[in-house]
């Protein structure tokens, strides 16, 4: 497969389960009703953050795709996340399990980190590409915890 299918194929998936999921869970959103913590963005940002967050993702599993240097290691640790990740939208906004949420984006977290560590050690632009993920994962953690906390 040449190096420009493997990088759409590489950034469809994530996008596609991310897209699948935001269907999903779209009639169960209650973020605007939700008492929020310092610093919640508007609604309006995750969509556009997830689309960005997703391209990286697919871009970074691109670059070792294209070069050869996926193996078993990676491929389990990058569908793991990505399954992890969409579940965790199905738990917090269908479920409305907040604690459990939080718990599974800990989980998520561990994981991208992870991630991170293995991708970085086969290419150091795949590992890092995947930095602003992990970085928004945490800032997700807070805003989970926080309407935990404030929606008891």
Request: proline share 4%; hydrophobic share 55%; net charge positive.
């Amino acid at each position: 497969m040449n190096k420009v299918k493997v990088y759409i194929k590489s950034i469809l998936v994530p996008v596609i389960v991310g897209g699948l999921v935001g269907f999903i869970i779209s009639k169960f959103i209650d973020y605007d009703n939700l008492q929020k913590p310092i610093f919640s963005p508007p609604s309006i940002v995750f969509p556009i953050v997830w689309t960005i967050l997703y391209i990286l993702m697919g871009v970074s599993y691109g670059i070792l795709k294209s070069k050869g240097l996926t193996d078993s290691k990676i491929n389990s640790i990058y569908y793991l996340q990505l399954a992890v990740n969409a579940l965790w939208s199905i738990f917090f906004f269908v479920f409305k399990w907040r604690l459990f949420s939080f718990l599974w984006i800990v989980l998520l977290a561990i994981l991208v980190a992870k991630m991170i560590e293995i991708f970085y050690n086969k290419n150091k632009l795949a590992g890092l590409l995947q930095i602003p993920y992990l970085i928004w994962i945490l800032f997700a953690s807070y805003l989970n915890l926080g309407v935990y906390l404030l929606n008891g």
